[in-house]
């Protein structure tokens, strides 16, 4: 699940992470539309950093199946409870925003849905073909979920056959059960092997650091995704998103991050986007090369 963390709490930050704000007549543009229509994105409501870039280079990121999830990571700002009841117009909606905000890369996430039987899969695939009825020329990255590792689930999404999909293992095996509570560090990695294996020409995972793993776990992480044939990395910083949730351990400098991204290219990664910023989504519309 793409998550844009900000940090509320008064903690000073290095200088890394200060922020410029966006501009540029593509971005003005975008956001003139979403504020218009209501138009609903993951970049504008979770307030991203890389927003103002994304935009200007025609990418954007949509939320669907809600804004409530079934499960309580220690990391994730999205809120957690009982979902409300499925919007089956929700497909056509994002469609909609896609083709009014003129996308040409989207990406695709959403909540945990283990409340249905499918998972919210069925959901899933219809988006994607009314993204592609409406939008022909889009390419898509889904940001998926584990589907509890349900074959039948993650089978509609192969089915569907988006130039990316991702999913995150978001922290080091040692510390997922800490961060992730209901997702299994194993099961992410076979859902990615699994994915390859079906066809998927291109698959992605996204870590965040600064939870108090260890450079050598980090490194280990990355080994366990080329194994299972990812792609695409993506490392960028935990922020803490209020109080509640996990609270940040180590700002990791700008040079940490650069070793990750060498190591990675090292590994035989295709795109390694590494920097304390960077998140599941950043610099999407080069992952489909």
Sequence with gaps: METVLENTLPVQKPKWLKVK?????KYTELRG???????????ASGSCPNMGECWGEGTATFMILGNTCTRSCGFCGVKTGRPETVDWDEPEKVARSIKIMNIKHAVITSVDRDDLKDGGSIIWIETVK?????NPTTTLETLIPDFQGIERNIDRIV?????VVSHNVETVRRLTREVRIQAKYDRSLEVLRYLKEKGIKRTKSGIMLGLGEQEEEVFQTMRDLREANVDVVTI?????????HLPVKEFITPDQFAIYEKYGLELGFRHVESGPLVRSSYKAQKHIL
């Design 21 to 25: 704000l966006p501009i540029g007549q």
């Design 33 to 43: 539309l979403v504020d218009k229509y209501s138009l609903n994105t993951i970049c």
């Design 130 to 134: 009314a993204i592609r009825r409406m």
């Design 159 to 163: 089915d569907a056959n988006p130039e």
């Design 236 to 244: 960028g910083q935990y922020l803490q998103p209020s109080k509640k």
